[in-house]
């Protein structure tokens, strides 16, 4: 049984996508394509806007090369198949971190072996991602944040804020940040929303660590970083500070 494996096929010539779409329905009936795309720019757009497992890419297109695509997204975390007639760029794509080079005409121990290839690597993926979520929910003191080496576990206390880079998620600490493959609204469904208040659509803030709040509509981090509020939840953000500020005054009374 496989997972839920999320594929997009990017290639400029239609053909070619329904003969690697009839391929991969023969080799894996139960891997679906959701998503093809002949323009490799509405390629580029959907894939900053949505996650994706698995990208069968075609080397030679109009414009851009698919190696030149790929550099475009230099902290990717979907495999990459290439699909293409030229033998020549598989350097390349080695070091782009490639799962697998096919070469047309298709053959269908090459495609199938670079499939399974990437099904293990995502396998893998999806486990560890599960093992964090895991954490986050048994030890909510500690935050799981997956990215391309692993897992990397934070105390909540220390993260400032978690800011949305396309699809990924940069979460920042004092000392570093770490860019994460779980995208913002992945990681609002496990923190404390005691602690962690989303002000911004690209921006969720830890309460803890604001120095500043201007009326202008922006927050100041610790790390003196300004982060704009939404405009519908400046009265919300506002109320939040005079909430915690009641709440400290009758702690020192005591």
């Known amino acids: 049984m496989l997972p839920d494996i999320r594929c997009v096929i990017i290639d400029d010539e239609p053909k070619a996508i329904e003969l690697l779409k009839e391929r991969i329905k023969i080799l894996f009936p139960?891997?679906?394509?959701?998503?093809?795309?002949?323009?490799w720019k509405k390629g580029i757009e959907f894939l900053r806007a949505n996650s994706a497992d698995l990208l069968f890419l075609d080397v030679s297109m109009p414009q851009k090369s698919g190696i030149d695509f790929l550099r475009l997204f230099p902290d990717f975390t979907f495999q990459v198949i290439f699909i293409t007639a030229h033998s020549e760029f598989a350097l390349h794509a080695i070091k782009l971190s490639a799962i697998g080079y096919v070469l047309k005409p298709i053959d269908d121990?090459?495609?199938s072996f670079a499939i399974n290839k990437a099904l293990s690597k995502i396998k893998d993926i999806k486990e560890v991602e599960t093992s964090a979520n895991n954490a986050n929910v048994s030890n909510p003191l500690k935050i799981g944040i997956p990215n391309v080496k692993g897992v990397d576990y934070?105390?909540?206390?220390?993260?400032?804020?978690?800011?949305?880079?396309?699809?990924?998620?940069?979460?920042?600490?004092?000392?570093?940040?770490?860019?994460?493959?779980?995208?913002?609204?992945?990681?609002?469904?496990?923190?404390?929303p005691e602690i962690f208040f989303q002000?911004?659509?690209?921006?969720?803030?830890?309460?803890?660590?604001?120095?500043?709040?201007?009326?202008?509509?922006?927050?100041?981090?610790?790390?003196?970083?300004?982060?704009?509020?939404?405009?519908?939840?400046?009265?919300?953000?506002?109320?939040?500070f005079n909430k915690i500020s009641r709440t400290a005054g009758l702690r020192n009374k005591d």
Not at 30 to 39: A, G, I, K, M, Q
Request: charged share 20%; proline share 1%; no cysteine.
């Open 30 to 39: 139960s891997l679906l394509v959701e998503h093809t795309f002949t323009d």
């Open 109 to 111: 121990f090459e495609l």
């Open 154 to 192: 934070l105390n909540a206390s220390e993260i400032l804020y978690f800011e949305s880079v396309n699809k990924y998620t940069k979460v920042v600490t004092k000392q570093n940040s770490i860019v994460s493959s779980y995208n913002l609204g992945e990681f609002k469904k496990i923190i404390d």
């Open 199 to 240: 002000v911004h659509r690209s921006y969720i803030i830890n309460l803890q660590h604001i120095k500043r709040y201007e009326s202008s509509g922006m927050v100041i981090m610790e790390d003196n970083m300004q982060i704009p509020v939404s405009k519908n939840i400046r009265a919300d953000i506002v109320g939040i």
